[in-house]
């Protein structure tokens, strides 16, 4: 897997906005995706018999511009959710210093396994908003898409999400990948044309 045409961090600013603006969202079936409120690993680890998290690059970072609160630097850890060895997205987490320091334990001795069962499964992270946004076809993340063999000829859809511990908010945001968005289509498709029960 080719991913040396940029280098970490691979996220790029983008304007994010509330997810209740509907009107901007893409058609279903990815729009059913992008809102849907459960972990997105469970969701994809239903669509394959292989599921693996190949970590991009983590580390003390400062964000981006308007992408998380004025602070120096945050712990940024970058991911791709892959499916049946298929990049389907683009993963980016942004970490308060301040918890990363009272839970460096889970944060750090990640690994290759998905945040999502450390967010969902232990009942120790609230989430919060949900917010979208679209990227352009000549962008980084596009870029990074076509390194992985997946030319991008059309907006990308991605969301973020606030997760609450405490006083303390972290942020992850989630961008489909065109396998994913082709593979998701074909899914609504086969399951349109199958017969009612």
């Known amino acids: 897997m080719n991913v040396t045409s940029l280098s970490f961090p691979y996220g790029e600013s983008i304007q994010w906005f509330c997810s209740q603006n509907t009107e901007k969202l893409p058609p279903v079936p990815l729009k059913n995706w992008l809102l849907a409120t459960g972990s997105l690993t469970q969701r994809l680890k239903s669509c394959c ?36 060895t ?45 917010e979208v946004a679209s990227f352009s076809h000549a962008g980084r993340l596009a870029q990074l898409a076509a390194s992985l063999q997946q030319p991008v000829t059309h907006t990308l859809w991605g969301r973020r999400r606030y997760f609450h511990h405490g006083a303390h908010e972290m942020l992850v945001s989630e961008v489909f990948l065109p396998a994913a968005e082709r593979a998701i289509q074909a899914m609504a498709v086969s399951a349109a044309s199958q017969p009612p029960p």
């Open 86 to 130: 298929v990049p389907w997205v683009f993963a980016r987490t942004l970490i308060p210093q301040a918890l990363l320091s009272e839970r460096q334990a889970d944060f750090l001795g990640l690994g290759n396994r998905p945040l999502g069962e450390l967010l969902f499964n232990q009942g120790l992270f609230t989430p919060g908003k949900m």
């Open 49 to 84: 018999t292989q599921f693996d998290v190949i970590v991009l690059g983590e580390g003390k970072q400062q964000p981006l511009a308007g992408e998380y609160a004025p602070e120096d630097t945050v712990w940024i850890r970058e991911v791709l959710l892959c499916l049946d």
